[in-house]
Each structure stands twice: as C-alpha cells, then as structure tokens.
T-cell receptor, first 112, second 114 residues
Framework: GENVEQHPSTLSVQEGDSAVIKCTYS??????FPWYKQELGKGPQLIID?????GEKKDQRIAVTLNKTAKHFSLHITETQPEDSAVYFC???????????FGQGTRLTINP | EAGVAQSPRYKIIEKRQSVAFWCNPI?????LYWYQQILGQGPKLLIQ????????DSQLPKDRFSAERLKGVDSTLKIQPAKLEDSAVYLC????????????FGSGTRLTVV
C-alpha cells in the first residue's frame, strides 16, 4: 500500500521568510496530493492540492510542486505570517476508493 | 454550509471502560470516515462508509472497536473495552458523492484513557 514520508517534523522560520515542507510517496500510480493545515484543537483543513497532470499549483502565498519521476511533492509558503503557525500534513491516495494516507506532520512555527 | 459535527469534544475514561463518539457529516455527503490521530502523528484511517455500507475497515481493531452508520447519515464509533493506547483524537470526515477527495474534517474528539 501507499507509504507517505514527510520532512521535517518541526520547522521554525522568521516572519516574512519562506517555508518548505517535503513529502515522498511510494505508489507511482498515485494521482492526487493534498496538503492540510491543522490548528490547535481543530481538525485538518485542506489548504491546497495538486493532481498528477500538473507540476505546480499556486494560491496566493501557498504553492505545491510535484515531481512524479522522483515521487515527491512539496509545500511552499512565502512571506510567512504568525497565523501560518500550525501543523501541516501531506497525503496521498491509499488503496481503495477515496482513501487518503497521511504523512507524519510538520509543526511550523513562525517567529515574529 | 454547516461543517462536520462531532461530540463530545473531550472524554476521559479509565481503561477497560467503554466510550462512544458521534459524528454528523455535511448534508449530502455520501462518504464518511473515522480517523485516529495519535499525538504527534498523522491521521490513520479506521473505517470508511459509503452511505450506510462499509467500504474499508481493514485498520479497525475489531476486537474492541465498532462503528455504524445507520440510515447513511450520522455515525457512531465505539470502543469497548478501552486500552491506554487508544488515547488519541478521533476525527470524523465526510466527502461528497461522485468520487474525489474533497474531505471536510470535524474538530475531533480527544480521548484520554487513564
């Protein structure tokens, strides 16, 4: 089945700098890669996703890149702000319909 | 649109006791999931329903966990008897019909087994 590895587990950046979180996946047939943000006491919330027919997708300060050959995808956050502090999870489809396998999470801290 | 509702928000029980969690998905969402999130880890799927039928329960510890989704709407997840290692956040999510991965998660129930 699908295996998703996420790095780093913690990341601390200065406000205004960029943050990058990377994930690798094992199943070359996977075709959908979402990123979720989880704030304290809340459930994960989808922030951006990418399908395998494109290499990059942007939404304001957030972007996701996909390298299908290397089987990895990354989340890029530019001009970081304090409200970006949260735990971020990547995911990829597992076996079966509409099932997601999540990475271990990255705790991002934005220092003022 | 209203989100995924879960209750209770917190629960503390002693080991070997039983506990139940409730989830009300977004109206019209055919697929419902229960995920277990242990502290410091990513969510892990326990069970997936399509309407009121089970699609995947391969990761559900069936000797102690059970779940149902009567009438294809609300769902309950039960643990009986609970173990210390069951301490986790139990997340419910739903997604609309027609395929895809448009998950919406609830806020979860934090279970502490002492």
């Amino acid at each position: 089945g699908e295996n998703v590895e996420q790095h780093p587990s913690t990341l601390s950046v200065q406000e205004g700098d960029s943050a990058v979180i990377k994930c690798t996946y094992s199943d070359s047939a996977s075709n959908y890669f979402p990123w979720y943000k989880q704030e304290l006491g809340k459930g994960p919330q989808l922030i951006i996703d990418i399908r395998s027919n494109v290499g990059e997708k942007k939404d304001q300060r957030i972007a996701v890149t996909l390298n299908k050959t290397a089987k990895h995808f990354s989340l890029h956050i530019t001009e970081t702000q304090p409200e970006d502090s949260a735990v971020y999870f990547c995911a990829a489809p597992g076996e079966g319909a509409q099932k997601l396998v999540f990475g271990q999470g990255t705790r991002l801290t934005i220092n003022p | 649109e209203a989100g995924v509702a879960q209750s209770p928000r917190y629960k503390i029980i002693e080991k070997r006791q039983s506990v139940a969690f409730w989830c009300n998905p977004i109206s019209g969402h055919a697929t419902l999931y229960w995920y277990q999130q242990i502290l410091g880890q990513g969510p892990k799927l326990l069970i997936q329903f399509q309407n009121n039928g089970v699609v995947d329960d391969s990761q559900l510890p069936k000797d102690r966990f059970s779940a149902e989704r009567l009438k294809g709407v609300d769902s309950t997840l039960k643990i009986q008897p609970a173990k210390l290692e069951d301490s986790a956040v139990y997340l419910c999510a739903s997604s609309p019909p027609g395929g895809g991965f448009g998950y919406t998660f609830g806020s979860g129930t934090r279970l502490t087994v002492v």
